[in-house]
T-cell receptor, first 113, second 114 residues
């Protein structure tokens, strides 16, 4: 069953604005990752945040993690049309399959030029 | 490096037909995965192979079989396709299958079962 739930399901913004997507999960985690999927393509890894980290940056991406609330957010600053894609959070699997990822349903981001 | 490749890109099957989806990676990764993605859903794990010679069921294995042919190749077989198996199938790989590792995805195979 799916672990993460992204919110909102869809987001439409103007280029230059910031985009914030949220992910909530159900069980304790060691790591949380964010992936991007362009239309008709496979997923591409964006960033990983570990359970002992609260915030992480990579270029225009900022990820936060609140383990007490079991939630994470992905912020894309100064968005561009090229950021149009679906964004998924993924958490580690359980027990002996901790290398497996459990994906949320994704947020579909549309950035208008 | 090509990364993860998948064949075919598109396939139309009739109910009851069989087919094999092929996946290969050239990154010398130990672990490989098969997912399916349905509209409005995230990816769901069908089968995975933690290392050459091993395979295990994921969340939705029914109706599928897999073969880890060698370290590079991991195939997914539908023995008797059903309309419920209409989906986009993604293969992925990771270096060792450990927690927190990046998974690298192929471009996907779009399958329509009539």
């Amino acid at each position: 069953s799916q672990q993460g739930e992204e919110d909102p399901q869809a987001l439409s913004i103007q280029g230059g604005e910031n985009a914030t997507m949220n992910c909530s999960y159900k069980t304790s985690i060691n790591n949380l990752q964010w992936y991007r999927q362009n239309s008709g393509r496979g997923l591409v890894h964006l960033i990983l945040i570990r359970s002992n980290e609260r915030e992480k940056h990579s270029g225009r991406l900022r990820v936060t993690l609140d383990t007490s609330k079991k939630s994470s957010s992905l912020l894309i600053t100064a968005s561009r049309a090229a950021d149009t894609a679906s964004y998924f959070c993924a958490t580690d699997g359980y027990g002996g399959s901790q290398g497996n990822l459990i994906f949320g349903k994704g947020t579909k981001l549309s950035v208008k030029p | 490096n090509a990364g993860v490749t998948q064949t075919p890109k598109f396939q139309v099957l009739k109910t009851g037909q069989s087919m094999t989806l092929q996946c290969a990676q050239d990154m010398n990764h130990n672990s490989m995965y098969w997912y399916r993605q349905d509209p409005g859903m995230g990816l769901r794990l069908i089968y995975y192979s933690a290392s050459e010679g091993t395979t295990d069921k994921g969340e939705v294995p029914n109706g599928y079989n897999v073969s880890r042919l060698n370290k590079r190749e991991f195939s997914l077989r539908l023995e008797s396709a059903a309309p419920s198996q209409t989906s986009v199938y993604f293969c992925a790989s990771s270096r060792t299958g450990g927690p927190g590792e990046t998974q690298y995805f192929g471009p996907g195979t779009r399958l329509l079962v009539l």
